[in-house]
C-alpha cells in the first residue's frame, strides 16, 4: 500500500541515513521500524542499555582492588604528603 507520511525533516533525514546504512530502502527501514513498534520491541532510547552489566565479571575484582587501596591508604601518615 502507497501512502504519504509527514515528519519533521530532521528526523526524515535521520531515517534516510540510517537505512542507507543498513544498505535498506528508506520504505523497508520505516516499514520495520512500525512493525518493532507495535511488537513493542522497539530498542528503548538507551542505547547505553544494551551494555548494562557487561563488566559484571569484574565486580570481584573490583571489591578487591578497593580494600587493598583502603588499607594501603590507611598506612599513610599525613606528613608523608608533604
Do not use: S, Y
Request: proline share 6%; charged share 35%; glycine share 6%.
Amino acid at each position: 500500500m502507497k501512502t504519504t507520511l509527514e515528519m519533521p525533516d530532521a528526523i526524515f533525514r535521520k531515517a534516510k541515513a540510517k537505512a542507507a546504512e543498513e544498505g535498506i530502502p528508506l520504505r523497508q527501514f520505516v516499514t520495520e521500524a512500525v512493525q518493532e513498534k507495535l511488537n513493542g520491541t522497539a530498542p528503548a532510547n538507551k542505547p547505553w542499555l544494551k551494555f548494562a552489566g557487561g563488566l559484571r565479571h569484574l565486580h570481584k575484582e573490583t571489591v578487591r582492588i578497593n580494600k587493598v587501596i583502603e588499607e594501603e591508604f590507611g598506612k599513610v601518615e599525613p606528613e608523608d604528603w608533604q
